[in-house]
């Protein structure tokens, strides 16, 4: 078959139940944000920590960079191979503020109180990045601008767009989808999609 080789090339890369697409859909709950200037931004590390910081654009932007190539899967059913993501990586921020013993999980706080939760482990995964540029360029409004998750082990769901505070937590707090009847945890080569999975 003509399109043999490519299925047998993506089929170890691509969870269960997911369709390749090369185009990058929007999706999300709520409205997107726009900053007319970037003051009115700042994002807040705090919680379980032992130094927390505040952070502006022009901050973050000064940290150290770190650039990841990876696949994101979406809980809709959409597979993107390949993406390119540049920003500063959740291990140096989490060592940066100096994170205690007690914390156990890491809520992640957007735009309209919406917020999505991960295990610590998770969140000091070498692929665990805050990133503000997508294929080399800033992110688009409806992306994530001015800086976004972007944890490719799990659900798409899971990386927050439109950040403003890294919360610390010695307990779990799921988020809007958690709530929502999605998976707390959401690995997609498990298919944890939903509550029940
Ligand atoms: N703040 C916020 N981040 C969010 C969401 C959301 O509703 N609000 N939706 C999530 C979901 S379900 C997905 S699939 C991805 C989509 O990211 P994209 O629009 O850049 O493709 O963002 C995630 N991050
Ligand atoms: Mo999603």
């Known amino acids: 078959m003509y399109f043999g080789k490519i299925k047998e090339h993506t089929s170890s890369r691509v969870p269960p139940n997911q369709n390749v697409t090369t185009t990058f859909p929007v999706l999300h709950y709520g409205n997107v944000p726009y900053y007319s200037d970037m003051d009115q931004w700042s994002l807040q590390i705090f919680g379980e920590v032992h130094s927390p910081i505040t952070l502006g654009y022009d901050e973050v932007l000064k940290l150290e960079q770190k650039e990841y190539q990876n696949d994101i899967h979406c809980v809709t059913g959409w597979s993107k191979l390949d993406t390119v993501w540049t920003g500063i990586s959740c ?101 944890q999609r939903f509550t029940w999975d």
């Not at 007690?102 to 805050?130: G, Q």
């Not at 439109?162 to 690995?187: K, M, Q």
């Open 91 to 191: 291990r140096s921020i989490a060592q940066r503020v100096e994170v205690k013993e007690s914390a156990r999980y890491v809520i992640l706080h957007a735009e309209e109180d919406w917020s999505t939760n991960i295990p610590i482990e998770d969140f000091m995964k070498e692929s665990s990045l805050l990133a503000h540029s997508y294929n080399h360029e800033k992110l688009t409004p409806e992306h994530g601008f001015p800086l976004r998750a972007v944890f490719p082990h799990l659900y798409f769901w899971k990386s927050a767009k439109w950040l403003r505070g890294i919360e610390f937590s010695a307990v779990d707090t799921p988020g809007f989808w958690e709530r929502n009847g999605y998976h707390n945890y959401g690995d997609p080569f498990k298919e």
